[in-house]
């Protein structure tokens, strides 16, 4: 067990909704990532918080954002849903969010779009 | 381009017969290269970091050196447990603040 959560552990909708997926960090930690799964792209990374704000973006699409809170939980919004964002999402997180920080993950929630 | 290949995308071994899997990258700047494990369906568990050519590091069955182009998981004698995925991932000068960039990792089946 990493000490990452993650909710919900799956999760099932139809294409043009919306979804949020949440993440609490490992107790300490500041900086909060999340990446996506899929057969055949692998693991890639979308964003990165640290304290509150955000601090890298990879491929996120536009019709995704993010946000990290005051207690340092962090959700991730998905709109406009499409079959071809059905996918592992994972959370980790992070002491500090600098380089070489090691980076432990959550158990991820498995989004379905039908 | 910065990227990371795993080879092989398969292993097969049987019980008590050692290996290496391999991990090349190309990256700029290099600051750190990681190897997970990931189990089906589950996030991937976090097994070393190697910061510079000539590091070395072991755990249990488990042991990962690193070169200025490559990186080898070396695993002694396994066991039908050590079944899993292996990820590689690195961490270097990227734009992308201290995003890991990751192998598609090799798929190791040990059987009894």
């Known amino acids: 067990d990493s000490g990452v959560t993650q909710t919900p552990k799956h999760l099932i909708t139809a294409t043009g909704q919306r979804v949020t997926l949440r993440c609490s960090p490992r107790?300490?930690?500041?900086?909060v990532y999340w990446y996506q799964q899929s057969l055949d792209q692998g693991l890639q990374f979308l964003i990165q918080?640290?304290?509150?704000?955000?601090?890298a973006k990879g491929n996120i699409l536009e019709r995704f954002s993010a946000q990290q809170f005051p207690d340092l939980h962090s959700e991730l919004n998905l709109s406009s849903l499409e079959l071809g964002d059905s996918a592992l999402y994972f959370c980790?997180?992070?002491?500090?969010?600098?380089?070489?920080?090691?980076?432990?993950f959550g158990p991820g929630t498995r989004l379905t779009v039908l | 381009e910065d990227q990371v290949t795993q080879s092989p995308e398969a292993l097969r071994l049987q019980e008590g017969e050692s290996s290496s899997l391999n991990c090349s990258y190309t990256v700029s700047g290099l600051r750190g290269l990681f190897w997970y494990r990931q189990d089906p369906g589950k996030g991937p568990e976090f097994l070393f970091t190697l910061y510079s050519a000539g590091e070395e590091k072991e755990k249990e069955r488990l042991k990962a050196t690193l070169t200025k182009k490559e990186s080898f998981l070396h695993i002694t004698a396994p066991k039908p447990e050590d079944s899993a995925t292996y990820l590689c991932a690195v961490q270097g000068d990227f734009q992308a603040g201290t995003a890991l960039i990751f192998g598609k990792g090799t798929t190791l089946s040990v059987s009894s």
């Open positions: 107790s300490g930690d500041l900086s």
């Open positions: 918080y640290y304290n509150g704000e955000e601090r």
């Open positions: 980790a997180s992070s002491v500090r969010g600098f380089l070489t920080d090691t980076q432990y």
